[in-house]
């Protein structure tokens, strides 16, 4: 294989063309590589070719990873690999002038410091997310519906690029996306009228399918779409924030094909054939998948048996849909939720006991924080107020997602810490702070022990020895003496963190006394706080 086009910036995938003799491709776990393989001959139906490379790896073990159509006559066979060592493929492409083409790739140890691998499973930790490495994922997410269109048509993806760089910063590492929307159905705020260059629904300019959303033809798809969010996904990868790509979505204008015809079908395994090769990619069929009158229980399940079926990697698929979930708890990798009770923590404690082997993923709690527009007001949109229905889902022991009024729907303010003093800020960093704290005290070896909560949520690892008890800025005390008595606290320290600056108190040695209502803790009035106990070991048996 010649080497076309093999970019030395982290933003490019690393394209190959390919010619008859048996050449190497050398790269990096997690990479993600196209080799492309082009044909001269007018194909009929281009995109309905079944078009595969049989991949060996170093193990020994057949990878069937299915090649799309780019246009212009070309197939790609996008290639990424956690397998370091020597991989053997050979193209299966009945009636094309490359059938039968073989090559390896080389895939060398990772070298990046931030990658990871892909989102996965582990059998000794059910309700939790890892990466391929081993390395806890605390899911973070940020919810971003219209990311694919902020520099749709242009070259430079120059905003898409800044607002990622900004999420990373905080901590973000997953972003809820659409494959595609066209507009939300609410009414707008009238400012933003003045504001038009943060509008992003509605634009005719943008569809998946040849034609527009108000006149479609369903006869093709737009490769120039693709083309885009290729570079969106892969901007992803470089930052290492995962898609939770939602591919379908029922409330936002889109003009769909009907379920199950040639043109759905089609626009699906497209969808899953071009961007499995992402190690940054989780599936969602489609967002709030039942609520709509549109899709039917039997349409998503076969929408996931799809996905199984032509997803050569595996990638983690789930439904924004709790009902579907708890009906259909084995065909999804983990459960997703939708709640804006204001008993969210003890539905999300109801859903940890209920599913014990697979992680709770809330991905809408009913708060979405103020911006300079009101876009979806919901249910909380006080800052404080969202920042603490996320903790009760980690307090809960399940992962969350943060919604900005600013970014989360059809209006997107790229670089929001850019604008003017009259242009209300995002939080961001409230939750910067959580995922240190998580990252400082291994989130994946605590247990909610919900019958242990006193005036406040409890978290206990019992592997680490470490105790945390969440209260709310108008608590005075928070009793964790009913958790202590499980350990030797002989020895414990404990010391308060501070919810909204990132703030630990001084360690101290643990408070035994159990009703020190008199105990003036730090921030009170000011913040919510969580009180970290220790240092603790097991209680020895006499």
Not at 40 to 47: E, H, L, Q, R
Not at 160 to 187: G, I, R
Not at 244 to 252: A, D, E, Q, R
Not at 449 to 475: A, H, I, Q, R
Request: aromatic share 16%; hydrophobic share 35%; net charge negative.
């Amino acid at each position: 294989m010649t080497k076309a086009n093999a970019q030395s910036n982290d933003s490019q995938i690393k394209e190959y063309s390919t010619k008859k003799t048996l050449e190497q491709v050398i790269t990096q776990q997690w990479e993600v590589n196209d080799l492309i393989f082009k044909t001269n001959k007018k194909i009929k139906d281009p995109f309905d070719k079944e078009v595969i490379a049989e991949v060996i790896n170093p193990q020994l073990i057949v990878q069937k990873i299915p090649l799309f159509y780019n246009g212009n006559g070309e197939w790609i066979f996008r290639f990424s690999s956690s397998d370091v060592g020597k991989s053997t493929y050979k193209i299966v492409a009945p009636h094309l002038s490359f059938d039968g083409r073989k090559g390896e790739v080389i895939v060398q140890k990772n070298t990046k410091v931030d990658r990871h691998g892909s989102v996965v499973l582990k059998e000794e930790y059910p309700q939790h997310f890892f990466y391929e490495d081993g390395k806890h994922y605390f899911n973070l997410a940020f919810e971003c519906d219209w990311l694919f269109a902020l520099d749709y048509g242009k070259e430079e993806l120059s905003k898409t690029k800044h607002l990622l760089k900004v999420l990373n910063d905080y901590k973000y590492n997953q972003v809820v996306m659409n494959v595609y929307s066209y507009d939300v159905k609410w009414k707008k705020d009238p400012k933003l009228g003045n504001h038009q260059e943060f509008e992003y629904g509605g634009r005719e300019d943008i569809y998946p399918f040849l034609g527009s959303n108000s006149s479609p033809n369903y006869s093709s798809l737009n490769v120039d779409f693709f083309q885009h969010l290729d570079q969106v996904i892969l901007e992803m990868h470089d930052h290492e924030i995962v898609s939770h790509l939602m591919i379908y979505v029922w409330n936002k204008g889109v003009n769909w094909p009907d379920m199950n015809t040639e043109a759905d079908n089609l626009y699906y395994d497209y969808v899953i054939k071009r961007y499995q090769a992402f190690p940054n990619v989780v599936w969602d069929v489609s967002k709030e998948a039942l609520l709509y009158g549109r899709a039917t229980n039997e349409y998503i399940s076969e929408r996931i048996e799809r996905t199984k079926a032509l997803d050569a990697y595996n990638r983690l698929i789930s439904v924004h849909d709790y009902g579907f979930c708890k009906r259909h708890p084995d065909e999804v990798d983990f459960i997703s939720m939708q709640n804006w009770e204001r008993a969210l923590y003890q539905k999300m404690i109801d859903a940890k006991n209920e599913f014990k082997n697979k992680p709770i993923f809330n991905i809408e709690h009913g708060g979405y924080e103020e911006a300079p527009f009101q876009v979806f007001p919901g249910a909380y949109t006080n800052s404080e107020a969202c920042l603490r229905r996320n903790y009760e889902c980690i307090f809960a022991g399940g992962y969350t997602t943060y919604y900005w009024q600013g970014a989360s729907w059809n209006v997107v303010i790229h670089n929001p810490f850019e604008q003017g003093e009259e242009f209300e800020k995002p939080h961001f960093d409230y939750f910067k702070h959580m995922a240190n704290l998580f990252e400082k005290f291994n989130f994946e070896n605590f247990e909610p022990l919900s019958w242990f909560n006193s005036s406040g949520y409890n978290l206990t690892n019992k592997k680490d020895g470490v105790v945390m008890m969440y209260t709310p800025k108008e608590c005075q005390w928070i009793g964790v003496s009913k958790v202590i008595k499980q350990f030797d606290a002989s020895e414990a320290k404990q010391l308060w963190f501070n919810t909204l600056t990132g703030e630990y108190s001084e360690e101290e040695p643990y408070n035994t006394a159990p009703f020190d209502f008199w105990y003036e803790r730090p921030w009170k009035g000011e913040a919510d706080v969580i009180l970290i106990v220790k240092g603790l070991k097991e209680q020895k048996v006499n």
